[in-house]
T-cell receptor, first 110, second 114 residues
């Protein structure tokens, strides 16, 4: 079993839709949870960062963490064509190195 | 703009050669991380430096080495290059290199081995 499972997509939605991106993990040592967005030919850009179960909101983005079920989600409200990118979930076990999911490619159609 | 600068953006070289990738962290960040991103392996952690000292090591090949200089910039050296080393190499930085501090990434160096 992989440490991290992430649906690779591509996920195609119309502009204005609510997008749900999900990752599951098996390593209970994961402590800090992140979502990164990566545009083509660019580096990963930090979107959300949290360490506790529950929801964290930042503008149109909401990160949800459920440590008991070992999954994290990213919700994007009122999606825009500019949100078209690959979204990577990531974890830190406390040993500083990040473990990444394989990424979900999102396409928002105008 | 993350504030992390990587050069060059693209490198094309041949098998058996050696290359050096350079990274300047965000202003004030003491810790630098190197990652490799390939199509089949995704983003993989290679190595971390904090204030000039190696702090953590991932799946870094013996042919690869890194260092962090007194001005805090870092270099990743790749030698005896193989076709399979073709990938994107990213540098990230954080203030103190602690787990509760998120890492910010540069735009990477694309390495193509012919």
């Amino acid at each position: 079993q992989k440490e991290v499972e992430q649906d690779p997509g591509p996920l195609s939605v119309p502009e204005g839709a609510i997008v749900s991106l999900n990752c599951t993990y098996s390593n209970s040592a994961f402590q800090y949870f992140m979502w990164y967005r990566q545009y083509s030919r660019k580096g990963p850009e930090l979107l959300m960062y949290t360490y506790s179960s529950g929801n964290k909101e930042d503008g149109r983005f909401t990160a949800q963490v459920d440590k008991s079920s070992k999954y994290i989600s990213l919700f994007i409200r009122d999606s825009q064509p500019s949100d078209s990118a690959t979204y990577l979930c990531a974890w830190d076990t406390g040993r500083r190195a990040l473990t990444f999911g394989s990424g979900t490619r999102l396409q928002v159609q105008p | 703009d993350s504030g992390v600068t990587q050069t060059p953006k693209h490198l094309i070289t041949a098998t058996g050669q050696r290359v050096t990738l350079r990274c300047s962290p965000r202003s004030g960040d003491l810790s630098v991380y190197w990652y490799q991103q390939s199509l089949d392996q995704g983003l993989q952690f290679l190595i971390q430096y904090y204030n000039g000292e190696e702090r953590a090591k991932g799946n870094i090949l013996e042919r690869f080495s890194a260092q962090q200089f007194p001005d805090l910039h870092s270099e990743l050296n790749l030698s005896s290059l193989e076709l399979g080393d073709s990938a994107l190499y990213f540098c990230a930085s954080s203030p103190q290199g602690k787990s509760n501090q998120p890492q910010h990434f540069g735009d990477g160096t694309r390495l193509s081995i012919l």
